[in-house]
């Protein structure tokens, strides 16, 4: 065959729902030649990583380890090593990932009792409990997205992990677009397992994704009558790898770790609360950008939306794929559309980790003013840009 | 928390059961920054690996494209999407990769029914038969590894797959440990489903595993009755994105995929049968420097003998530990011990991908001279590197 061209992919701003850009020290550690996966000086990078994530998750839980794949292999790695076949699971759906969630669930054999609340809004905290004491009474485990990449909204843990533990279940978080552009404070809140992904506000490529399981957790996984029904995902077999007995399980993906300790050592130096407020600020000014631009939020209150993930309503009479064709050639900046009831209806403009800054900000307003314009909308020319920097200067 | 140093990793000559050393040209491609993973550009880059691995894999089945995870993570996405609860494989077990076929065909809720052969032989294709018309008699799944990483014996597959084909059932191979370094004609051979890993002869970081499922495969999957029972390695929502549809999923590991486009075009440029030529002239010429000190090859005929993994038997009295040890602390050189019942019995020396080379085997030849010396044993000094240099004169 005709060997493909050299790799020369076009230069990019990511600014959709991710993966967003890599911060250029991770980027750097990719090209480090290999270490083997049992070599002695890789195990002790691979307790470094463990020990960051820690600090990162604010958990002190023994079990906290990048699973080899990307969010949703997290995501499975959690589900399907606590859920066993006919077992019984609440959990929160108000957007795609949640429905995810659930799908899981029906996969490992259990139950999924669903509790919905409108794209754009947060679960309530009340239709949990009523679903504890109905449909899902005697649930093994709840189960909610904190940052939900399909709809903008910030979901607060606390509540329902108190609810859960009310109820004898565990506690699980999906954190895929929060962690390290969010607080999250799993001991603080009481979350038992948590996982997230490489790609969003850690400024890492996808394919290695952190997964967190408390004792109380690890004891339920411990007394599974049936072996998880991934033997890639089992976590019995992953902890052997990652503790230390060091038993070889599957060949850690080196590069992936290598990219994660880089990324991790970036989030700490910056230090867990200036991040946050870095990720705050921008996403305040984009929203007062595009409010001054006449757009709507697509999740109505400030204090429930996501400073990670920016979802706008596409105003009557605009072609929203054209829009992002526009920003992608012309300005090369991805921004994404929505999915499932919300495709067509929002556009998602992610800032995160490294795709976190300023000009960024600056830049998606004014490529948005002229992509509209393009379509004869009219408006008073830089009004984004113009209330953006006026929420930079507070 | 105290943020760990800076990643400065000890320089390595990879020369165990994998990872491998990585091509330069594969480690400067992970640094690229990332495209998103719906971008047009990443999709027509998509496409070009998935030709590039037909190539490799000598098929010209459409669903031929890379997994998001570890050369495991495909045999268990193999394995997961062929086998419903109560089915039967009858898979050959001899080595360690055999068996987590074996496990993993549980996993799914089949019945593995194993057929044996020593950790050092091929498997007997009448053993194979008698299964086929006995305890497995119905197998929907006859599988086998090409490459046993664990024993390094070569497996021919063809004649395998003829009894699996008369017997009504698909033919799986495991491929990890060949692909790109020995012979592997899918289409040739009728292998029906295949899998392999990036970090052996393809000279990619472990983290992205080749697979491909045939039309007659295909069929069977599209006439399952339960799902698979993994979400993350759902052949169907997978085949979405890679296909025309190209539904999202989950996020692809954008770097990793492009450290295996750059990989399989070095595969490639250098040409399937040079490169085969290359693994098998470095392996002559490693074990004639074997022989030539004294060794004993775990496997004793030479036609069964991975060009790619060569296990030799450790001499009575020797502290096979503390070869590898000397050998990695004095020279960088990673070479792997033995694992399961070979465990203490063997050493695994890998001459697969970027790591095939001549300079390596004079290294290890005369690193595990030093090596030796220093535990007291006598031989004529050189015999090793004597040897291989007369392998190459040929």
Known sequence: MKV???LNPGSRILLGPGPSDCHPRVLRAMSTPLLGHLDPEFLSLMEDVQAMLRAV???DSKMTLPISGTGSAAMEAAVANLIEPGEVAVVGVHGVFGGRIAAMVERAGGR???????WGSPLDPEDI????KGDGAGAKLVAAVHAETSTGVLQPLAPLARLAQQHGALFLADTVTSLGG?????????VDVAFSGSQKCLGVPPGIAPLTFNERAMEVVSKRKEPCRSWYLDLGMIGSYWGTERVYHHTAPITMIYALYEGLRVVLEEGLESRWERHRENHVALVAGLE???FQMNVEREGERLWTL???????GIDEAKVRKHLLEQHGIEIGGGLGPLKGKIWRIGLMGYSSQRHN???VLAALEEALHEQGRKQSPGAGVAAALESYRG
């Open 4 to 6: 493909p061209g050299e």
């Open 57 to 59: 998750f604010q958990t």
């Open 112 to 118: 999924a009792v669903k509790v919905e609340a409108p």
């Open 129 to 132: 409990e009523r679903a504890l």
């Open 182 to 190: 969010h607080p999250v404070d799993l001991k603080g809140w009481h």
């Open 292 to 294: 001054a631009m006449g």
């Open 310 to 316: 920016n979802a706008v309503t596409v105003p009557n």
């Open 361 to 363: 900000v600056f830049a």
